[in-house]
């Protein structure tokens, strides 16, 4: 019974913020790398922001460098990203993703459904 429910989004004006969440349970959470990608209508799927489970390490699109901040919360089972100065082109469904590979191959990817973030005046 994997869960990914993420959560937070909405419409905001340039320039504003939005956190989103993602609560996910069904797995052992403190040992995933969890994930945010974002799709905008017409475009590729792109990989935002990342925090490994080993090394706690984070890393992001250039495209969002500066501006969000992925964060983690263990107890919770939860991560987030706080996005700041937003901009029209953030526009997308975003989607929390957790994964856990072993050598060349994954011992799991999971999904969640998406939540809709519209920067727009």
């Known amino acids: 019974q994997v869960q990914l429910v993420e959560s937070g989004g909405g419409l905001v004006q340039p320039g504003g913020s939005l956190r989103l969440s993602c609560a996910a349970s069904g797995f052992t959470f403190s040992r995933a790398d969890m994930n945010w990608y974002r799709q905008a209508p017409g475009k590729e799927r792109e990989l935002v922001a990342t925090f490994t489970s080993a090394g706690a390490n984070t890393n992001y699109g250039d495209s969002v460098k500066g501006r969000f901040t992925i964060s983690r919360d263990n107890a919770k089972n939860t991560v987030y990203l706080q996005m700041n100065r937003l901009k029209p082109e953030d526009t997308g469904m975003y989607y929390c993703?957790?994964?856990?590979?072993?050598?060349?191959?994954?011992?799991?990817?999971?999904w969640g459904k998406g939540t809709l973030v519209t920067v727009s005046s």
């Open positions: 993703n957790a994964r856990r590979g072993w050598v060349d191959s994954l011992i799991m990817d999971y």
